[in-house]
Nanobody, 115 residues
C-alpha cells in the first residue's frame, strides 16, 4: 500500500509563487509516473503536469512556462513549483502516482490565489 500526502497549499496573491509537495510512503513500489491534477468547484478535474520515471516532464498548456514539476534527491517526494499565479489557478491540487501494480490519489491541498 502507498500513502500520498500533499502539502504546501495556501493563500497567495496574484503574481506570487507557491511550491506544492507530494510525499509517498510505503515500500516495494516502483514509480512509473507522478502527476499533478487540480479541480475547482464546478469544474472537472484537469491534468496539470507529469514527471515520469525516466525524468521526462509534460505540462498542460494553461500552466506551461509557469509551473515546474520535479523530485528531490531522496526520490520519495515530488514538487510542483508554481509561479506567476493567477486567480484561475485556484483549485484543490492532487498528486496521482502511477505504478505497475496500482495507481494512487492523494487527498489534495487547497491553493487559493486572491488579493
Amino acid at each position: 500500500q502507498v500513502q500520498l500526502v500533499e502539502s504546501g497549499g495556501g493563500l497567495v496573491q496574484p503574481g506570487g509563487s507557491l511550491r506544492l509537495s507530494c510525499a509517498a510512503s510505503g515500500s516495494g513500489f516502483t514509480m512509473s509516473a507522478m502527476n499533478w491534477y487540480r479541480q475547482a468547484p464546478g469544474n472537472q478535474r484537469e491534468w496539470v503536469a507529469t514527471l515520469t520515471n525516466i525524468a521526462t516532464t509534460s505540462y498542460a498548456d494553461s500552466v506551461k512556462g509557469r509551473f515546474t514539476i520535479s523530485r528531490d534527491n531522496a526520490k520519495n517526494t515530488v514538487h510542483l513549483q508554481m509561479s506567476s499565479l493567477k486567480p484561475d489557478d485556484t483549485a484543490v491540487y492532487y498528486c496521482y502516482l502511477q505504478t505497475p501494480r496500482a495507481n494512487y490519489w492523494g487527498l489534495g491541498t487547497q491553493v487559493t490565489v486572491s488579493s
